[in-house]
């Protein structure tokens, strides 16, 4: 498995950004569909975004859509997460994950990766 540290979370106000990073070690990030999965106090974990291994292909939550970016750069093994014109209903703790190589589940299914970040914390203030 794939080593993941998140970074960048913090206290916004509503209609800020932020730019989150998942630094990954321990194997070659290209290897590994990446995807960004949030969970708010009270709530089950939700998918944000995912991004294919050559980064060529990306998905979004409606939640999210047009408002959060997912990258990646296979030479730094580093994914990011944009979040731009964010909401309070954002506010949620956001892991970083690696799908795992032989899943059939969805892409938006959490329950298809194996490598989880301990997460970062955004909260957006109103």
């Known amino acids: 498995q794939v080593q993941l540290v998140e970074s960048g979370g913090g206290l916004v106000q509503a209609g800020g950004s932020l730019r989150l990073s998942c630094a990954a070690s321990g194997k070659p990030l290209s290897a590994y569909i990446m995807g960004w999965f949030r969970q708010a106090p009270g709530k089950e974990r939700e998918f944000v975004a995912a991004i294919t291994r050559s980064g060529g292909g990306t998905f979004s939550s409606d939640s999210v859509k047009g408002r959060f970016t997912i990258s990646r750069d296979n030479t730094k093994n580093m994914v990011y997460l944009q979040l731009n014109n964010l909401l309070p209903e954002d506010t949620a703790v956001y892991y970083c994950?690696?799908?795992?190589?032989?899943?059939?589940?969805?892409?938006?299914?959490?329950?298809?990766?194996?490598?989880w970040g301990q997460g970062t914390q955004v909260t957006v203030s109103s």
């Open positions: 994950a690696a799908r795992a190589p032989k899943s059939a589940e969805n892409i938006n299914q959490d329950r298809g990766y194996d490598s």
